[in-house]
């Protein structure tokens, strides 16, 4: 029988997963963005604070993560 704490372990497991494939995506996006220097400098900053909050705080990464993607210029 698997324990108790399995089923959260494995929501928590796909929140983070969904979380770095969207850094990815934000990463790369980011990366093909035509923006002056001290702006994607800015974009990019944001972007390595918002991974290293994911290591504590899953939640509050995945909303800064909306905020910066919400910036972002549309990148086809």
Known sequence: MAPDHLPHMTDETDLFADLA?????????????????PTKESLQQRLIVITNSAKHD??????????????????P
């Open 21 to 37: 494939e969207r850094l990815r995506s934000a990463q790369q996006r980011l990366g093909r963005a035509d923006l002056d220097g």
């Open 58 to 75: 899953l939640a509050t990464a995945s909303r800064r993560l909306n905020a910066l993607i919400a910036e972002l210029p549309e990148i």
